[in-house]
């Protein structure tokens, strides 16, 4: 639970013996702004969540920001977190790792709420809105860029807004600031319409924050959060659809992957072979290891001990269950450290003759933007299951170190399996022909539309040994019942 609170006088006048140094840094980033708001209203954690609370920022600082009136910046309000950043580094929340490198995750976030004609204090739901952000980042170890989006699926504010996902970009204001344990960025959270979100899939949210500067109503040069606005930038001004597509026609999408509800099974063998029974729904149903599997574990560990100077399994912190934290960061799809606790040798190649894809609806209307955004311009996409460790990546003849090869298009590598495709142009031989992703973009049109489909949707291609199926979140929410 939080409470709205002035700052201290301890805070704002900067006693170093009772102020963490972390927490000072950002502080004075703050005072740079906004010296004359030494006390902004603050919403603190009652319950630090260090001490067991459930929101990972300590503080969301609100300041109320005159704007820029020579650049048509409309009055608004500021909101600044602490806590993704190690504020005191001690290693109660963050592990510390040196000066050199990101402190924490390495960023703080910010958000500009348009302030309402006669609002003399600032909304407190956007402080809850950064807990929750922050919460996915602590529980994933995700960590945020700008120029990513987040579906969020209902108005920020819980009314009947428009404004119901987010787009992130650097904070127009804010500078980087070196604390003692590390550098810290500024994201700026940028509410936007489920179409300007559709866009930024497409193509890249860049591009559509650009769109949205030129846009006074839409948030102008500051990106400013209007939650009454009832048009989309296309709306607005239709001239800027044609951008958007011209972009993605010429430069496809960035999205390199999605976090999704996913699974993946293997139709090669039947279900009660034990040898390749964890392929069956990885991430969703508990994985059956056979006694030659059993046997390779045990032996590559003995080797591990003998000839590994690193413990092969990372100690266990002595923190509540609850709150335990990985030592390691991930970048937004793979964790940089489970390659090296896992010794290589259990990590095993297989070729997969027919596979079968499940998707929730969500999952499901991405895969036009995958073959057509992604794999048309010689790029991979990737779906990382958020029920598990399954990742299902799709790449082309563009990217290198894939282990799914022309004789062998469907490869799994532990939980993930990829799906190869040749770069869909005329000077190339092609696995998948181009009339047959044409086909799969016709056969997948309705998943591209708005309409909400009727569930569930299966699409096969036989010659292909290939099968995806749509089905409801349900399916993914409850995969045992």
């Not at 010429?250 to 996913?262: D, F, I, R």
């Not at 149903?285 to 059993?294: A, C, E, F, G, I």
């Not at 998948?432 to 909400?452: A, I, K, P």
């Amino acid at each position: 639970m939080d409470e709205v609170r002035p700052t201290s006088g301890a805070q704002t006048h900067g006693l170093v013996p009772l102020f963490p140094p972390g927490l000072q840094a950002i502080y004075g980033e703050c005072r740079r702004m906004y010296p004359e708001q030494a006390n902004p209203l603050q919403v603190t954690a009652i319950v630090k969540y260090w001490l067991g609370g459930p929101d990972p920022l300590d503080y969301i600082s609100m300041y109320r920001s005159t704007g820029c009136p020579a650049q048509d910046i409309q009055e608004h309000w500021h909101y600044v977190s602490f806590g993704l950043s190690d504020l005191y580094g001690d290693n109660r929340v963050h592990e510390f790792t040196g000066t050199d490198g990101p402190s924490g995750f390495g960023f703080e976030l910010t958000f500009r709420l348009k302030r309402e004609t006669g609002e003399t204090a600032p909304p407190t739901w956007p402080a809850e809105l950064m807990q929750g952000l922050a919460r996915y980042v602590f529980q994933s170890e995700n960590t945020f860029c700008s120029g990513d989006h987040i579906s969020w699926h209902s108005p920020l504010d819980n009314s009947e807004s428009r404004i119901q996902h987010m787009l992130l970009t650097e904070d127009p204001q804010m500078q980087p600031v070196q604390t003692p344990f590390g550098s810290v960025s500024f994201l700026q959270i940028v509410g936007v319409c489920t179409e300007e979100l559709q866009a930024a899939q497409q193509w890249n949210g860049q591009g559509i924050l650009e769109l949205m500067r030129g846009v006074r109503v839409a948030g102008g040069s500051w990106l400013i959060t209007d939650m009454r606005r009832g048009e989309t930038i296309f709306d607005i001004d239709p001239h800027l659809q044609e951008r958007v597509d011209q972009g993605i026609e010429t430069e496809g999408s960035n999205l390199s992957g999605v976090s999704a509800k996913c699974v993946w099974d293997d139709l090669s063998r039947p279900p009660e072979d034990e040898e390749d029974s964890r392929s069956i729904c990885i991430g969703s149903q508990p994985r059956r290891l056979s006694d030659k599997d059993t046997e390779q574990i045990r032996e590559t560990l003995r080797k591990g001990l003998e000839f590994n100077s690193k413990a092969a399994i990372p100690p266990i912190s002595s923190q509540r269950q609850s709150h335990e934290r990985p030592q390691s960061r991930k970048d937004s799809l793979e964790s940089e450290s489970s390659a090296a606790i896992v010794p290589h040798e259990l990590v095993r190649t297989r070729q997969l003759e027919s596979i079968h894809l499940k998707f929730n609806q969500e999952s499901g209307t991405l895969l036009p933007l995958c073959l057509r955004g992604r794999l048309l311009h010689g790029r991979h996409f990737t779906y990382k299951s958020i029920n598990g460790d399954t990742a299902i990546t799709f790449v082309s003849t563009g990217v290198e170190g894939a282990f799914a090869t022309e004789e062998h298009p469907y490869a799994a590598h532990g939980p993930w399996l990829q799906v190869y495709t040749h770069r869909l142009t005329d000077k190339l031989k092609i696995l998948l022909t181009e009339e047959f992703v044409e086909q799969m973009l016709g056969d997948l049109q309705e998943l591209n539309t708005r309409e909400e489909t009727k569930l569930p949707k299966e699409y096969s291609w036989p010659e292909k040994k290939l099968k995806i199926s749509v089905l409801p979140d349900s399916v993914f929410d409850n995969p045992l019942q």
